[in-house]
């Protein structure tokens, strides 16, 4: 998925005192390979989707929980993590993190069951949480106080998710192919090891007191795991879920609304740029996540190409995320926000009017391209409207509002997937055409409201 991740560590005066000897190559190393690794778990596994369908007897509902297990515990705890970074600091965060993931991981590639493997997705989202926003940022941010050396630490940082992304699924066909689907999980394990070791000569971050938004976190997980089974399962297990999730999201806007430092400022909404910026974000996840869900499935089962057949046809689509978010960046700073979205989405929607005429006869490398102008016009997208964002919100609530953005992001693109395997799971090839036409209606709402932004950034924060 396109990445433009961002934490309270660049929130200004955030910077944790070194307190211990570190070389600062070898923090940016670990901060790196951990920020990888979880870009790399959240898209590796769509194409080892039917291999463990086949192992442990699943059907769609089952596969949608091992892919939407890992998300929507990544988004829902992505809200408290700056937090829990602040109070714990940094580097001690980070290390728990990577170990929890770490075991997690372990415990995914050991799973007897599904209920097993769903649980331990759950534990693996958490740590990434934890591991990803802020903590392995912050790491950066200590090691590199001078500002031109930050400034390629951070790019280096970023760069190292984007081809996380880009090889996810090629990876993910690879080790289904050479050892089973098992291989997805336990290829984490070395490099875990590997970033604990290089913690140990990083720079230790002195913990701060930072206020925790205990019951606002709580109602946010309740309401979004009841959603989610609400739209998976469906039935009357489903309508008790829906009900659940409605009392919880009230519950959730009451809390947040009388909160002193609430998980989610409802106020933040007030403003026009915020709020488009935000649907924007969440309507090219949907997109994103749930096209690539789909389309593992559709090149395993329905054109029976292998695990890394199917990977190797995802690369022409993510290969070119990195290079056009760099593109997409170079405008932003050229001619604002707007433009660049507004190019952008009608790519995107083009891509998605254009698989509405793939079926099992369509030649799977035509398929391949047809994929490309959606991740060119999600990658085009995602920057500006991440710049857009900040510039909307003051610097000292930078931290705040990105983790707002990335959280609704990975929200949207976990229920997409619910809604889009509820449909293909009824009739594949009907299902995912009403999938595609969905997602361009979405991104045609969301490049109509993209319209009202400025031209121009209004403020750098």
């Known amino acids: 998925m396109p990445t433009n991740q961002i934490s309270r560590a660049h929130e200004p005066g955030l910077e944790q005192r070194d307190l211990g000897p570190g070389k600062p190559a070898l923090t940016l190393t670990a901060a790196l390979l951990g920020f990888a690794l979880t870009c790399l778990d959240a898209s ?100 590199y106080p001078e500002p031109a050396r930050r400034a390629r630490a951070v790019a280096a940082w970023a760069a190292g998710g984007s081809l996380a992304v880009a090889l996810g699924p090629v990876a993910g066909g690879a080790l289904t192919t050479a050892w089973g689907w098992r291989g997805v999980f336990f290829v984490n394990l070395p490099v875990g090891a590997a970033i604990l070791v290089l913690l140990v000569r990083a720079p230790r971050s002195r913990p701060r007191p930072a206020p925790l938004d205990l019951p606002g976190q709580l109602t946010a997980v309740v309401a979004l795991a009841a959603l989610t089974f609400a739209v998976i399962e469906g039935g009357t297990a489903g309508g008790v879920a829906a009900a659940v999730a409605v009392v919880a999201g009230a519950a959730f806007l009451w809390i947040e609304k009388r909160q002193p430092h609430p998980v989610v400022p409802l106020g933040l909404f007030r403003d026009r740029t915020v709020a488009t910026a935000v649907a924007v974000g969440s309507a090219v996840s949907v997109a994103f996540y749930s096209v690539v869900f789909v389309f593992s499935l559709f090149f395993q089962q329905v054109q029976h190409r292998s695990a890394l057949g199917a990977g190797l046809l995802f690369l022409p689509m993510t290969g070119l995320i990195a290079v056009t978010n760099v593109v997409a960046g170079k405008l932003t700073e050229r001619h604002g926000p707007r433009l660049p979205m507004l190019v952008g989405q009608p790519v995107a929607v083009a891509g998605l009017l254009g698989l509405l005429c793939v079926d099992a006869r369509t030649p799977p490398a035509l398929v391949a391209l047809l994929l490309v102008p959606l991740a060119l016009g999600c990658a085009l997208t995602v920057p500006p409207l991440t710049a857009a964002m900040m510039d909307a919100v003051p610097a000292e609530r930078a931290g705040l509002a990105a983790g707002v953005l990335n959280s609704a992001r990975q929200v949207s693109g976990g229920l997409g997937i619910a809604v889009f395997g509820a449909l293909v799971a009824s009739g594949f090839e009907a299902g995912m055409r009403l999938s595609l036409a969905a997602a361009a209606a979405l991104l045609t709402v969301t490049s109509a409201l993209s319209v009202r932004l400025s031209g121009r950034s209004a403020r750098r924060a």
């Open 44 to 143: 590796v596994v769509n194409v080892a989707l039917p291999a463990i369908g086949s192992s442990f007897d699943a059907g769609m509902s089952g596969l949608q929980w091992v892919v939407d297990a890992y998300t929507l515990a990544f988004a829902a705890l992505m809200l408290s993590t700056g937090a829990f970074s602040d109070r714990a600091g940094a580097s001690r965060a980070y290390a728990l993190g990577t170990a929890v993931f770490t075991f997690a991981s372990a415990a995914c590639g050991l799973a007897p069951d599904l209920s097993a493997l769903i649980g331990a997705r759950v534990a693996q989202g958490a740590a990434a949480a934890a591991v990803v926003l802020p903590a392995s940022l912050a790491l950066v941010r200590q090691a």
